[in-house]
């Protein structure tokens, strides 16, 4: 495990914030809690039916997890009435907003929107699209951010580059083909994840196959576009591009072909052009720098909640829940 993933641990541990973890009827799940529990990381609440939850923890400990089967809830109603108010506008009705809050990944954005956990983790059996969708109709985005977008820190070892090796990678897991409005709001989500997880200053690289006008076409033209509009709106970070990939985190080559720039060969914070790219990217990485990967972590909603890769293992559970009491954490302290 990097030192990232330690520190991370650590500062949860410091402020310990309550996590659901709604997925509660996955073994994966369930092992997550064990470790989470044991290590200190967090309170936890599991979701689901606790005979089934309880039936998967033989030989775990998971009893100073709070176990909530939704459908059963004492708080369903009230739960209800409140989804009701917020999507009466969009044609709900109080049958439906019953029914669907009983559904974990409602009844779990719920508790986070009300006050009653700090954030929420879930992914391992249900897709982005479904974990994401209650968010966006309950938790909103975050005061100031446009958009919810995705990222992963990518720790390379070995690596003279970024910060000690350690970069973000945006928007390389939710949106598909953002323009130029979109990925400046990406570059400045990302810089705030960057100060909040890994404690440095962020210097962003607004990348393309372009630098500095080294190629004229509509991609180049988005690029250059984006970097103007997050200037103009966040004038006091350290951005620049548009910038190839090694111009914008090799000191010679940045020298080479961004004279004068002050991010070229120094960013650690890369923004690509689209999800095509920053998949490609941070998959690139991972298998051939053998670099650890961690996310896709979410950025601009109102309060943590976290995706998983349905092929996750326990331990990457473990990963976002620490990772999703820091983002708690921050939020708490503006």
Do not use: W
């Not at 309880?54 to 009230?78: F, R």
């Amino acid at each position: 495990m990097s030192t990232f993933l330690d520190r991370i641990k650590e500062r949860a541990k410091q402020d310990k914030k309550t996590i659901v973890l709604a997925e509660g009827e996955e073994i994966r799940t369930v092992k997550a809690a064990d470790i989470i529990l044991k290590e200190g990381i967090a309170d936890l609440i599991l979701l689901g039916n606790e005979e089934k939850i309880k039936s998967l923890a033989v030989g775990l400990d998971i009893s100073a997890a709070k176990i909530i089967d939704p459908t059963k809830a004492a708080n369903l109603q009230e739960f209800a009435d409140s989804f009701y108010e917020m999507r009466k506008a969009k044609g709900m009705t109080p049958e439906k907003a019953l029914e669907t809050v009983q559904n974990v990944l409602y009844y779990g954005v719920m508790m986070v929107k009300l006050g009653l956990a700090d954030g929420m983790v879930a992914g391992a059996v249900n897709s982005t699209g479904n974990v994401l969708r209650p968010c966006l109709q309950i938790l909103k985005t975050a005061p100031g951010t446009k958009l919810v977008s995705a990222f992963f820190v990518m720790v390379v070892p070995n690596c003279e580059y970024g910060h000690n090796g350690t970069f973000i990678y945006a928007d390389s897991g939710l949106n598909e083909n953002p323009d130029a409005d979109a990925v400046s709001e990406i570059a400045i989500s990302s810089a705030e994840s960057f100060k909040t997880l890994i404690e440095a200053e962020p210097k962003i690289a607004m990348l393309s196959y372009s630098s500095y006008g080294s190629a004229k076409s509509e991609l180049v033209d988005k690029m250059q576009l984006a970097t103007k509009l997050a200037k103009e709106k966040r004038p006091d970070l350290a951005l620049d591009g548009e910038l190839q990939a090694d111009a914008a985190i090799i000191p010679a080559i940045g020298a080479s072909k961004a004279p004068g720039s002050e991010i070229a060969g120094q960013a650690n914070v890369l923004v690509f052009p689209d999800l095509n790219c920053g998949n490609i990217a941070y998959k690139l990485t991972e298998r051939l720098a053998k670099a650890e990967a961690y996310g896709p972590i979410t950025q601009g909603i109102a309060k943590p909640v976290n995706d998983l890769s349905r092929g996750c293992c326990a331990e990457d559970i473990v990963g976002v829940c620490a990772i999703t009491c820091v983002q708690a954490q921050a939020q708490s302290n503006k």
